[in-house]
């Protein structure tokens, strides 16, 4: 038997299987032939410890990890157990784009369709934008781009994907106001950090369950070609640590933009536009080439301009002239 700390506090039960081969052995030995068919579905044995909801009556759960950590499934499975566990509850899920819903939550490798046992599987209804299972549970998916769309709809529950990657933090609080359905509404959130207000302000909520993560403690699901490519291109430099260790980093020093200025100055819309230009800073010494896209707000009432960045198209280092010119066109 496998009672260890270490056991308990990095493993899932398929992985200490995998360790103890004459364990699997007998385990796999002793299941029915219904329990074979139903043990790809069973979360609680594949799952890491932190990738479990936690315990209790929690308001929030805040899994905070790095890419590839498996946050995706995590949310997943939380989304279908509590289809299962509420029949006829009404739910949200929320990702930064209609295509992050879509094609990451819903339909994804790790997503929704892909999870679901085929006895509780839910009928997607892309043009509804709704998902509808067995037991009369109903959820509607969102985009955080459209943050109106939150107005007015109630839930029991909701699932949030990459919080720090939304656009327009309108939609957070829109969401809060819908969660007023049932005794114990809950809100579920997975995402990459960043060194935002939401982040810090749920961070520092004594009604947040928190749980951190790796890249690394999912290395065993990882390609190798994954690690070769990207962990050592990445590793011990300040992106790594937000990406992969999912450190909050703090602004540069010195930084003529700091984070909070930034988060202040955004708009959900532009106002009409004196005149938008490209503006591109080829690769020399740093290897990357940077485009922005910005423009200048038209001067109404002869007051001082505004400027606004509407988009950053910046290409990763060692990109060719033919790409970075290619891009630019294109922006």
Same mark, same amino acid.
């Not at 006829?88 to 939550?105: E, K």
């Given at each position: 038997?496998?009672?260890?700390?270490v056991s308990v506090r990095e493993y899932s039960r398929a992985q200490m299987l995998a360790k103890h081969?004459?364990?699997?052995?007998?385990?796999?030995?002793?299941?029915?032939?219904?329990?074979?068919?139903?043990?790809?579905?069973?979360?609680?044995?594949?799952?890491?410890?932190?990738q479990l909801a936690p315990k209790g009556n929690w308001a929030r759960w805040l899994l905070l990890a790095?890419?590839?950590?498996?946050?995706?499934?995590?949310?997943?499975?939380?989304?279908?157990?509590?289809?299962?566990?509420?029949?006829?509850?009404?739910?949200?899920?929320?990702?930064?784009?209609?295509?992050?819903?879509?094609?990451?939550?819903?339909?994804?490798?790790?997503?929704?369709?892909?999870?679901?046992?085929?006895?509780?599987?839910?009928?997607?209804?892309?043009?509804?934008?709704?998902?509808?299972?067995?037991?009369?549970?109903?959820?509607?998916?969102?985009?955080?781009?459209?943050?109106?769309?939150?107005?007015?709809?109630?839930?029991?529950?909701?699932?949030?994907?990459?919080?720090? =990657?939304?656009?327009?933090?309108? #939609?957070?609080?829109?969401?809060?106001? %819908?969660? /007023? +359905? *049932?005794?114990?509404?809950? &809100? !579920?959130?997975?995402?990459?950090?960043?060194?935002?207000?939401?982040?810090?302000?749920?961070?520092?909520?004594?009604?947040?369950?928190?749980?951190?993560?790796?890249?690394?403690?999912?290395?065993?699901?990882? =390609?190798?070609?994954?690690?070769? #490519?990207?962990?050592?291109?990445?590793? %011990?430099? /300040? +992106? *790594?640590?937000?990406?992969? &260790? !999912?450190?909050?980093?703090?602004?540069?020093?010195?930084?003529?933009?700091?984070?909070?200025?930034?988060?202040?100055?955004?708009?959900?819309?532009?106002?009409?536009?004196?005149?938008?230009?490209?503006?591109?800073?080829?690769?020399?010494?740093?290897?990357?080439?940077?485009?922005?896209?910005?423009?200048?707000?038209?001067?109404?009432?002869?007051?001082?301009?505004?400027?606004?960045?509407?988009?950053?198209?910046?290409?990763?280092?060692?990109?060719?002239?033919?790409?970075?010119?290619?891009?630019?066109?294109?922006?």
């Amino acid at each position: 038997m496998v009672d260890t700390a270490v056991s308990v506090r990095e493993y899932s039960r398929a992985q200490m299987l995998a360790k103890h081969p004459d364990i699997a052995q007998q385990f796999f030995a002793s299941l029915t032939d219904e329990e074979w068919l139903i043990l790809p579905y069973q979360w609680e044995f594949w799952a890491r410890p932190k990738q479990l909801a936690p315990k209790g009556n929690w308001a929030r759960w805040l899994l905070l990890a790095g890419r590839g950590f498996g946050k995706t499934k995590s949310l997943s499975e939380w989304v279908i157990q509590k289809a299962r566990n509420m029949p006829g509850s009404r739910g949200a899920i929320v990702a930064p784009t209609a295509a992050d819903v879509r094609d990451v939550l819903v339909e994804g490798e790790s997503g929704i369709i892909a999870s679901s046992p085929p006895d509780f599987e839910p009928i997607y209804e892309s043009s509804k934008r709704r998902l509808t299972w067995p037991n009369g549970t109903v959820a509607t998916l969102f985009s955080a781009d459209i943050p109106d769309r939150l107005r007015g709809p109630q839930f029991h529950w909701a699932a949030v994907d990459e919080l720090a =990657a939304w656009r327009y933090m309108e #939609a957070y609080d829109m969401l809060q106001f %819908g969660l /007023r +359905l *049932g005794k114990n509404p809950q &809100l !579920a959130i997975a995402t990459t950090p960043r060194p935002l207000p939401i982040i810090k302000e749920l961070l520092a909520d004594k009604d947040t369950v928190v749980v951190t993560g790796t890249t690394y403690e999912n290395r065993a699901n990882l =390609a190798q070609s994954f690690f070769d #490519a990207v962990i050592k291109k990445y590793e %011990g430099t /300040r +992106l *790594g640590r937000q990406e992969l &260790l !999912a450190h909050i980093l703090s602004d540069v020093p010195g930084a003529l933009w700091t984070r909070e200025v930034l988060e202040n100055s955004r708009v959900i819309k532009t106002p009409e536009l004196e005149r938008i230009v490209v503006a591109v800073d080829p690769a020399a010494t740093t290897g990357q080439t940077g485009i922005v896209v910005a423009g200048i707000g038209r001067l109404w009432d002869g007051g001082e301009p505004h400027g606004y960045t509407l988009d950053d198209v910046t290409l990763p280092p060692g990109a060719a002239p033919a790409e970075w010119g290619a891009a630019t066109i294109a922006a």
